[in-house]
């Protein structure tokens, strides 16, 4: 994971430590779109963990100015989180820092609270598939819920809540099979899909309700007519992960913007259906 936590310790709005008070300044740093001007201004509101973090830029390529887009991402697992979910002793694994990842999840309620507006847009993007399905029962169940109540928060805002599943989880690390044969971080497509079927799962169902949109990555990172997940941009010998689990920042921008762009423009989250 050298090369993505050499990017992501770069970035200002990764949060990567700090006291409780220090999270709150950042988010509330991170999350303050310009509005300018006397007419209303749509804003982008981004958060989640590390993948995030690495695709954001993306993200921001794909809106090109349609809207004012602001981020903030935590490391290690840390994205939207229940208060069971870190306080479940099997999260510890993922060293998850449970002061940090506490603070930001507050921080980030408290701030679309206050600043979310009419037409705006909350985008959510992150790993789930790593602890999905260790999680006691209880975690798994307030984890969901948390994404629901955060949906609510959205549209009585009046605005909408885009859900960006994951990407596939590699056997390697891209660097690593750069070097011995891309074959070593390959899976099949199915196991791809396995491993992020309870996130599927769910964001599907708050999908289902009107100002709620998801948009799911792996039939764009990975190759579904040769059953294959790989650490290359499918059909093409370019690579596209930097690890066993994060996109390169820079492939991520250029290869999935045009995606993104897509998918903002023909659901009409910005007003473009």
């Given at each position: ?14 949060i990567t430590g700090g006291s409780n008070g220090q999270v709150h ?224 920042p820079t492939a991520a921008v250029s290869y999935l913007w045009p ?15």
């Amino acid at each position: 994971m050298g090369r993505t936590n050499n990017y992501l310790f770069t970035q200002p709005c990764v949060i990567t430590g700090g006291s409780n008070g220090q999270v709150h300044a950042a988010v509330r740093a991170c999350l303050d779109p310009p509005r300018a001007g006397s007419l209303p201004q749509r804003a982008i509101f981004m958060f989640g963990d590390s993948h995030l973090g690495v695709t954001a830029p993306a993200i921001q390529a794909a809106v090109n100015g349609a809207a004012s887009v602001t981020f903030v991402a935590g490391i290690s697992g840390c994205g939207l989180a229940s208060n069971e979910y870190l306080n479940d002793p099997k999260a510890s694994r993922f060293h998850l820092n449970k002061n940090l990842c506490s603070s930001m999840n507050e921080a980030i309620d408290s701030t679309l609270r206050a600043r979310l507006q009419k037409c705006d847009v909350v985008i959510v993007h992150q790993s789930w598939r790593k602890n999905a399905y260790d999680l006691q029962q209880g975690a798994r169940v307030s984890q969901a819920q948390r994404l629901r109540s955060l949906a609510d928060l959205v549209l009585r805002k009046g605005a909408s809540l885009v859900l960006i599943g994951d990407v596939a989880e590699l056997p390697k690390d891209g660097s690593f099979c750069a070097a011995t044969g891309w074959h070593n971080c390959e899976v099949t497509y199915a196991d791809a899909v396995e491993q992020n079927r309870i996130q599927d799962s769910l964001y599907r169902e708050v999908a289902s309700r009107t100002g709620v949109y998801y948009l799911p990555l792996l039939p764009l990172v990975c190759d579904a007519s040769r059953n294959i997940c790989g650490a290359q941009v499918p059909g093409t010998a370019t690579a596209l992960y930097s690890d066993y689990s994060h996109l390169d920042p820079t492939a991520a921008v250029s290869y999935l913007w045009p995606f993104l762009c897509s998918f903002l423009e023909d659901s009409g989250v910005l007003g473009q259906g």
